[in-house]
């Protein structure tokens, strides 16, 4: 199943364990099964990248991100799909001595990793400093972290074609916002956007995607973010029993840095009676489940 496949994504109904008879209807869209690794947004963020790479005949990917991240891994293997050798620069040296199961992953599909302190991570969107990096690596394409570039932003927008016009609320986990905007820019005006920050603070965010929106599509969306658990990528054991109930109650798996946290605020929202009974709910399934493995460690890396 080593291919990207956008045809087995599906809009799932949820049981009433969800809706719990509040609203006419939460349905789940399934962009997690499009590939175990490219899951959900990140493909769509992505592809544009990708194609824009191949036309300026670049040979190599060079992107970042935490240990676990999503997007590194995703970015590793569509790179590899696409012909493309890939660098990953790695935040924090502490995963150097021993590998995270994504960066393993990252490996086997040819990416070459890269571990940089924390402070000089933080230099990753310095011109000198990527410049510098450039040279290193000639003929490379740099991706920013998480995907947040105008390519990431326009393929996302391919996501609303997805989204049937009879939705009344669409429901999104938000990490850097990329995939937010492309939703809201290319989504009805009428279909109300709401979006789940998984860090603590993530107020900073509004700001960033008020940036991207186009012209007359700020309009029709709200940030929530009380449900971060302690912060990004942070969780609590009633997180956890959430995300395991989920399971039981569904028959599929939420991922713990952002959809579980997303349906836990949907799931208050709903029991707060925050939405009329006529709302029609689509909740996105970003994917990120191979980000799981690192519920088998107390201590989250990242
Ligand atoms: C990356 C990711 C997000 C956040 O996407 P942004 O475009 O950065 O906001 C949401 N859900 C999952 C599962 C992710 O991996």
Redesign the pocket.
């Known amino acids: 199943m080593d291919t990207i496949d956008e045809s087995r994504v599906f809009i799932q109904p949820l049981s009433a364990d969800v809706s719990k008879g509040k609203v006419a209807a939460v349905d789940m869209l399934r962009l997690d099964l499009i590939h175990p690794f490219v899951?959900?947004?990140?493909w769509y963020?992505l592809w544009l990248s990708l194609e824009q790479a191949r036309a300026e005949d670049a040979k190599r990917i060079i992107t970042f991100g935490g240990a676990w991240s999503?997007?590194l891994l995703a970015t590793s293997v569509a790179a590899n799909l696409f012909g493309f050798s890939s660098v990953g620069i790695v935040r924090g040296t502490h995963a150097k001595s021993g590998f995270t199961d994504t960066l393993k992953r990252c490996v086997s599909y040819g990416m070459h990793l890269e571990f940089l302190s924390r402070e000089e991570y933080d230099q990753k969107t310095d011109s000198v400093w990527l410049d510098a990096l450039k040279n290193r690596y000639p003929r490379s394409f740099v991706i920013p972290e998480?995907?947040?570039n105008e390519f990431?932003r326009r393929g996302?927008e391919r996501i609303a074609a997805l989204v049937p016009p009879d939705y009344t609320h669409v429901c999104?986990?938000?990490?850097?916002?990329?995939?937010?905007v492309g939703l809201r820019n290319a989504l009805p005006p009428d279909i109300a956007m709401l979006g789940f920050v998984p860090m603590k603070g993530g107020a900073y965010l509004r700001e960033e995607i008020e940036k991207y929106l186009k012209e007359g599509k700020n309009i029709n969306w709200r940030l929530f973010d009380e449900w971060h658990f302690g912060g990004f990528g942070k969780r609590t054991p009633e997180l956890v029993d959430f995300m395991s109930r989920f399971k039981e109650e569904q028959g599929f798996a939420l991922?713990v840095?952002?959809?579980s946290k997303m349906m836990y605020g949907l799931a208050e929202l709903l029991a707060r009676g925050y939405f009329p009974s006529e709302a029609r709910m689509l909740c996105i399934h970003?994917?990120?489940l191979q980000?799981n493995a690192s519920l088998s460690f107390s201590e989250p890396k990242d």
Do not use: E, I, M, P
């Open positions: 899951s959900g947004n990140k963020k999503n997007h998480g995907g947040s990431g996302a999104l986990a938000a990490g850097t916002g990329t995939t937010f991922d840095v952002y959809t970003t994917g990120g980000g």
